[in-house]
C-alpha cells in the first residue's frame, strides 16, 4: 500500500501538536498546583500522584503510587481516617476539609488540610481525587514549587523528541495519533475532573491578561454566570467582581503588582461586603523556563472565621465563669459578716428604734447575694438544688422583699390562685427570677406604675409541646407591668447574655438571661407580649406535678433552733465569722472547738481527747480544703458527721449535697441544720442516712 501524500497529512499533524500543546498546560497546572493531588481507588490505594507529593514529602512516584494511604497516616488519626474516607466514597461530590498528619520519607509528621472529592462514578476517574495542602509554611511551599517548575522543561524536551522519532513515518504517525489523540482525552477528562473537585477555586491567566483556564469552583465562589471565561479579557472578569470586595482599590492594586512583578508570588485575605473571607494565592506559571501566565488560588475561609469568633468567646464567656466563681466566696464571706452583726443589733433590745434601719440593711444584703447568685447561675457554675414546692407560697413569700425593692411610684399587686400549683424547682433561683423581673419592671415604669404578680395553671396541647409530645398541665407566673414597653427590633436580642438598654452602670445585661436560664433548667418556657407604652408581660410556664399530696402546702413558719450539748469543731478562715459562728452555737448550748483552717483542725482534731460530734467547716481555705480535712478527720474519727459552709462550691465535694450551707445564710438556719444532723442516724461516712425520716 501507498504511502499518503504529505499534503494529506499536515493537517493531522497540526491538530496533534495543538492537541499536545493543551495537554501540556492542563499538566503545568496540575505540577505547579500549590498542594498535593493525588488519584485513590475506593480500596484506599494510591492511583497516581502530582509531583507535588514528592517536594513536600520526599517520596517518588514509586514509592506512593500503588500502596495504601493510610501507610502515611499518622496512628492517632488513622481511624478517623479511615472512617471520614469510608463515608466519602459512600457519597458522591466534595466532602468537608479535614485534618491529618501524614509521616514524609524522612519520618517526620506533616500536617495538612485534606479535601477528598468523589469521582468514582466518573467513568474517566472512577477514583477519589485528594487534595492536601500543607499546613507548615506556605511560603516554603510557594519556594520548593518555583524550583521544581525550573525542571519541568527536561520532560518536555523528552517527550517532543519521542515525538519526532514516531513521526518518522505517516503509517507509525497515524498510529500513533490516534493513540495520543485517545490518552490525551483521557488525560484533559482527568485534569478537568480535579480541578473542578477541588476545594478552591482557580484561575490561570496569562501574561497578555487574557483568561487560559478555570474550575467550575471558582465560578461558583465568584458568583459568575455559567457561560465559560476562558479566553476573555480579565479586565471584564475584574468588572464582575469589584463590586463585590470591601476594597476593590486595594484588590486591584496587588493584580497590577504581580503582574508588573512576573515571577513573584503571594498571600492574602479578601473581605467582601456580604461577609465572605477568600484567601487568595499566586504563584507564576511557566513552561520551559518562560513565565506565560499567572496562578491564582481561592479559598473560602468563612465559616473557619466564624469558628474562630466562636472560640474566643466562648472562651471569654468561660473567663467570666471563672472570675464569678472565684469573687463569690470573698463576697459571700463580707455579705455574711455583715448580716451577721446586723441581726445582733436587731436583737439588742436597747436598739429598737434602728430595728428598722437594720431591717432595711438585711434587705439590702440579701439583694447584694442575689447579684452574686445571679453572676453564678448565669455562668452554670451554682450546684442546683430543686425541691418540690407550691409556687403560690413562694410569691406570698416573695411579697416583703419585693415591696422594700420597689419604689413607692410602683403599685404591687399580687393574685395567687387559690388552688396550690406544685413544681419541682431551685426555691432560691424562683426568687431569684422573681427579683429580676420586678427590678426591670421598675425600671421600664420611670414615673411609676402598677406591677402585676399573678399565678394560674394551664393545659398545654401536644402541638405546644413539640410534635409527639404529649399535653401537659403547667403553672403559670405571670408577670406584668404598665411600663414603656419593648420594641420589636429590641425583643428579639433581650434573652442574649449581656445586652441592655440602660444607660452604662445603670444595668448588667444578665438579668434577663439569667430568668432564661433559670426556667430553662426546671423544665418550662418563657411567651413574652409587649406593646410600645402599653406594657410587657413575662408568662413563665413551669412543669406542675401532678401530685400535690408531699408539698407541705400552708406549712407554718419554721420554729427556732433547738439547744444541744454535743461538742462541735468550727473550722472557718474568715476571723469574724469563725468568732460570730462560735457564739451563735454557745448559745444554743454547744461546746465549740476553733481552727482557722483546714490543717488546724486536723490538729485541734487529733489534740482532743473527748468526743467531737460534729464537724462545721467552711470549703475554701488555704491549706486544705474543708471537705479534704473532714476526710483526714474521719480516718480517726470515723463516721462524724459533717456541714460544709461555702460561698462557692462545684460538684466535686465527697459528700452529698444535703450537707452544704451557702453563705450569706442567717444563724437560725444554721441551728435548725446542726440538730437536724445530730439527731439523724449516720451513715459510715458521716452523711444523713437515706433511710432515715
Avoid at 493531588?37 to 480500596?43: P, T
Avoid at 498571600?267 to 491564582?296: A, M, N, T
Wanted: aromatic residues 6%.
Amino acid at each position: 500500500m501507498a504511502l499518503p501524500e504529505k499534503p494529506h497529512s499536515e493537517p493531522n499533524t497540526i491538530e496533534g501538536n495543538s492537541a499536545q500543546s493543551l495537554a501540556h498546560k492542563y499538566r503545568s497546572i496540575i505540577e505547579n498546583a500549590p498542594e498535593i493531588l493525588a488519584l485513590i481507588d475506593v480500596e484506599g490505594t494510591i492511583l497516581c500522584v502530582n509531583p507535588h507529593t514528592e517536594k513536600v514529602l520526599g517520596y517518588t512516584k514509586s514509592e506512593v503510587e500503588g500502596r495504601c494511604i493510610f501507610d502515611f497516616v499518622h496512628p492517632d488519626d488513622k481511624a478517623r481516617a479511615v472512617q471520614e474516607f469510608s463515608e466519602t466514597v459512600q457519597e458522591e461530590g466534595e466532602r468537608i476539609p479535614t485534618l491529618l498528619r501524614i509521616r514524609d520519607s524522612s519520618g517526620a509528621w506533616i500536617p495538612f488540610e485534606i479535601v477528598a472529592n468523589n469521582q468514582s462514578h466518573d467513568p474517566a476517574i472512577q477514583a477519589v481525587v485528594f487534595a492536601a495542602r500543607d499546613l507548615r509554611f506556605r511560603a516554603e511551599i510557594e519556594d520548593v514549587i518555583l524550583r521544581d517548575n525550573a525542571d519541568f522543561g527536561k520532560p518536555v524536551e523528552d517527550r517532543t523528541t519521542e515525538l519526532a522519532k514516531i513521526n518518522a513515518t505517516l503509517r507509525i504517525e497515524n498510529q500513533a495519533r490516534c493513540r495520543a489523540e485517545k490518552q490525551l482525552q483521557n488525560t484533559i477528562s482527568v485534569l478537568n475532573a480535579t480541578l473542578d473537585s477541588t476545594a478552591d477555586g482557580i484561575l490561570v491567566v496569562s501574561t497578555e491578561g487574557r483568561i487560559l483556564s478555570c474550575n467550575r469552583k471558582f465560578l461558583e465562589m465568584w458568583r459568575i454566570g455559567c457561560d465559560s471565561s476562558v479566553g476573555k479579557d480579565d479586565e471584564k472578569l475584574l468588572a464582575q467582581v469589584m463590586e463585590q470586595l470591601k476594597n476593590p482599590n486595594d484588590f486591584l492594586d496587588k493584580v497590577r503588582a504581580l503582574f508588573a512583578d512576573r515571577s513573584a508570588t503571594s498571600f492574602d485575605v479578601l473581605l467582601f461586603k456580604d461577609g465572605r473571607i477568600f484567601e487568595r494565592y499566586s504563584q507564576p506559571q511557566d513552561i520551559d523556563g518562560k513565565i506565560i501566565g499567572r496562578v491564582w488560588s481561592f479559598r473560602d475561609v468563612t465559616q473557619a472565621r466564624q469558628l474562630e469568633l466562636e472560640l474566643r468567646q466562648s472562651q471569654k464567656m468561660e473567663a467570666l465563669g471563672r472570675l464569678a466563681g472565684g469573687i463569690a466566696h470573698d463576697f459571700n464571706n463580707l455579705l455574711m459578716l455583715i448580716s451577721g452583726y446586723v441581726s445582733q443589733l436587731t436583737e439588742n433590745p436597747s436598739l429598737a428604734e434602728g430595728h428598722a434601719t437594720c431591717e432595711q440593711i438585711l434587705a439590702i444584703t440579701k439583694r447584694a447575694a442575689s447579684v452574686t447568685k445571679q453572676l453564678l447561675t448565669f455562668s452554670r457554675k451554682l450546684p442546683s438544688e430543686p425541691t418540690m414546692a407550691d409556687l403560690n407560697a413562694i410569691v406570698l413569700d416573695m411579697e416583703r422583699i419585693l415591696r422594700r425593692l420597689l419604689s413607692d411610684q410602683v403599685q404591687l399587686q399580687i393574685a395567687v390562685s387559690s388552688d396550690p400549683h406544685p413544681v419541682w424547682v431551685d426555691v432560691s433561683q424562683i426568687e431569684l427570677m422573681l427579683i429580676n423581673l420586678a427590678i426591670n419592671a421598675q425600671d421600664a415604669m420611670p414615673e411609676g406604675g402598677l406591677l402585676s404578680i399573678a399565678t394560674t395553671s394551664e393545659l398545654h396541647s401536644s402541638e405546644e409541646n413539640g410534635p409527639g409530645g404529649n399535653s401537659q398541665l403547667f403553672a403559670v407566673l405571670q408577670v406584668s407591668d404598665t411600663g414603656h414597653g419593648i420594641a420589636p427590633e429590641v425583643q428579639a436580642h433581650i434573652f442574649e447574655p449581656f445586652f441592655t438598654t440602660k444607660q452604662l452602670g445603670k444595668g448588667t445585661g444578665l438579668g434577663l438571661s439569667t430568668v432564661l436560664g433559670i426556667v430553662e433548667r426546671a423544665g418550662g418556657h418563657i411567651k413574652v407580649v409587649s406593646e410600645l407604652n402599653r406594657g410587657t408581660t413575662f408568662k413563665i410556664c413551669l412543669p406542675q406535678l401532678r401530685d400535690a399530696s408531699a408539698v407541705p402546702f400552708g406549712a407554718p413558719a419554721e420554729l427556732p433552733p433547738s439547744r444541744g450539748i454535743e461538742t462541735i469543731l468550727l473550722a472557718e478562715d474568715e476571723s469574724g465569722i469563725r468568732a460570730m459562728t462560735r457564739a451563735y452555737l454557745e448559745t444554743l448550748g454547744y461546746c465549740v472547738i476553733e481552727a482557722a483552717d483546714g490543717p488546724e483542725a486536723i490538729l485541734r482534731s487529733s489534740e482532743y481527747r473527748g468526743q467531737i460530734d460534729l464537724v462545721l467547716t467552711d470549703v475554701l481555705m488555704p491549706g486544705i480544703r474543708g471537705d479534704a480535712a473532714v476526710e483526714e478527720i474521719r480516718k480517726e474519727r470515723p463516721g462524724i458527721k459533717a456541714i460544709f459552709m461555702s460561698g462557692y462550691t462545684n460538684h466535686d465535694i465527697a459528700t452529698t449535697f444535703d450537707n452544704i450551707l451557702h453563705k450569706p445564710f442567717e444563724f437560725p438556719e444554721l441551728g435548725r441544720r446542726v440538730r437536724i444532723l445530730l439527731d439523724a442516724p449516720a451513715t459510715s461516712n458521716g452523711n444523713l442516712d437515706p433511710a432515715a425520716d
